[in-house]
């Protein structure tokens, strides 16, 4: 995957995640630290307890890498934001017309 790729995707993760509440957003944080998402690793309470939304990108890049839309898709369904999991589709499909 593209550097350029992966800027894209990390910028439209952080848009979703800035419409979240707090409270969803530290929701969001507990399925990925207590649920292994089909197939993908949990990532530890101890590594995003603390961390906003910058910090649990990172962390959510470096373990999930090309699969972060995937999963940051199946918690907001998880979380009940059908919603902007949908905007993230959009946002993120749209960045790969451009790419094309």
């Given at each position: 995957?593209?550097?350029?790729?992966?800027?894209?995707?990390?910028?439209?993760?952080?848009?979703?995640?800035?419409?979240?509440?707090?409270?969803?957003?530290?929701?969001?944080?507990?399925?990925?630290?207590?649920?292994?998402?089909?197939?993908?690793?949990?990532?530890?309470?101890?590594?995003?307890?603390?961390?906003?939304?910058?910090?649990?990108?990172?962390?959510?890049?470096?373990?999930?890498?090309?699969?972060?839309?995937k999963i940051?898709?199946?918690?907001?369904?998880?979380?009940?934001?059908?919603?902007?999991?949908?905007?993230?589709?959009?946002?993120?499909?749209?960045?790969?017309?451009?790419?094309?």
């Amino acid at each position: 995957m593209s550097h350029q790729r992966l800027v894209a995707i990390s910028t439209a993760v952080i848009k979703i995640w800035r419409d979240l509440s707090r409270e969803d957003f530290i929701e969001f944080k507990q399925y990925l630290q207590k649920e292994a998402l089909e197939g993908f690793p949990i990532i530890p309470k101890s590594q995003l307890e603390k961390g906003g939304v910058w910090f649990t990108k990172s962390k959510m890049m470096r373990r999930y890498n090309k699969n972060m839309i995937k999963i940051t898709r199946r918690v907001l369904k998880r979380v009940c934001q059908h919603e902007l999991g949908e905007k993230l589709s959009k946002l993120t499909s749209a960045g790969t017309k451009r790419e094309k």
